[in-house]
């Protein structure tokens, strides 16, 4: 028998190339420092839905990390993330919570991580509303024009459009509507979700209603139409602090403050994952990119995730700034 001494020695080669090319693979693939799949709170709004994609596609991509994502509201989730049931808060915003979040933090098992940028709130008119009535102008002037505001539900009183119903804003909106001693003149209606918020809002607009509403910045909703804020007076601490507590014995009219936005993670989980901690710790996003990719969202009608592929792709600039290089080349290979 003859043997080819060529082929074994191709075949010696093929076979070594492999095993290397394999050993490579499985060195380059990435183990996540929690052996389980790690929650995030999927809170309704749009930032909040696209951030939170753009982290677990990061997660999943670059680190080697299982995610999901349990539907929730602010609150809840809050209570969900000391507990454990959830690792990740994409969103809190810090105003909007007030003495919940201090004292969330005080009891020792949430932490706050990245800072992502600083939002917004107001009482808004669009406006072709201000044109038709110029005298309305602050909050409190709502109570001179109740009657072109009807609710339809209570055609004696006009309707106001609050927070969503669980949301953490609906405790300053609530006092600051009773602040104002609307609720002799107004209904204070709480559309069940944001989506149904928003819904209702933008079909009003589309009909040229009369509406006034509470909403937040940024969103699809603010950047898209064309508002005008009611005034509120002079801002002040105190009085905020107050507005903040569901049991505000005394709330007085007040302006909102900028809102710093921020992730928040479950301490344990935290201490878990110390490079998943660092990841979050560095997540940053500037208003104004923010504000593109909701515009993005609005204009394309897509989904969240989509569009967080959209961020990924179109701004590395950004988010390669949050990770290792290997893990940000990990991430753009899987788009």
């Not at 918020?197 to 937040?216: G, P, T």
Request: aromatic share 12%; glycine share 6%; charged share 25%.
């Amino acid at each position: 028998m003859k043997i080819n001494h060529k082929h074994l020695l191709r075949s010696a080669l093929t076979a070594a190339t492999l095993s290397f090319a394999a050993f490579n693979t499985a060195a380059a693939a990435p183990t996540c420092e929690v052996d389980r799949t790690i929650n995030f709170g999927g809170m309704s709004w749009e930032s909040n839905l696209v951030l939170t994609d753009v982290q677990r596609l990061i997660l999943e991509h670059g680190y080697g990390c299982k995610t999901e994502v349990l539907p929730t509201e602010t609150l809840p989730a809050l209570a969900a993330l000391e507990r454990g049931d959830l690792d990740v808060n994409t969103e809190i915003w810090l105003n909007s919570m007030g003495t919940i979040w201090d004292e969330a933090l005080a009891r020792g098992r949430v932490v706050r991580s990245g800072d992502l940028f600083l939002g917004g709130e107001a009482w808004f008119i669009p406006k072709y509303v201000q044109e038709r009535f110029p005298e309305l102008k602050s909050a409190a002037d709502l109570v001179k024009f109740k009657e072109e505001f009807k609710d339809p539900e209570d055609p004696s009183k006009g309707r106001f459009y609050g927070c969503p119903a669980g949301w953490a804003c609906e405790v300053v909106s609530t006092n600051l509507f009773n602040a104002l001693e609307l609720g002799d003149d107004f209904t204070y209606y709480q559309p069940g979700t944001g989506a149904a918020q928003k819904a209702a809002l933008m079909s009003d607009y589309r009909r040229k209603n009369n509406i006034a509403f509470y909403y937040w910045y940024p969103t699809p909703l603010v950047g898209s139409l064309d508002l005008v804020e009611l005034e509120l007076p002079e801002y002040d601490e105190a009085k905020h602090k107050c507005l903040t507590d569901v049991d505000c014995q005394n709330p007085e009219p007040n302006a909102y403050p900028s809102n710093p936005v921020f992730v928040a993670l479950n301490k344990k989980f935290s201490e878990e994952a110390p490079e998943l901690k660092a990841f979050f710790d560095k997540n940053e996003v500037p208003l104004e990119v923010i504000n593109t990719t909701l515009a993005e969202m609005e204009e394309s009608g897509d989904e969240s995730m989509d569009v967080a592929k959209w961020f990924l792709a179109e701004y590395p600039e950004v988010w390669t700034k949050w990770v290792p290089a290997e893990v940000a080349e990990r991430v753009q290979k899987s788009l």
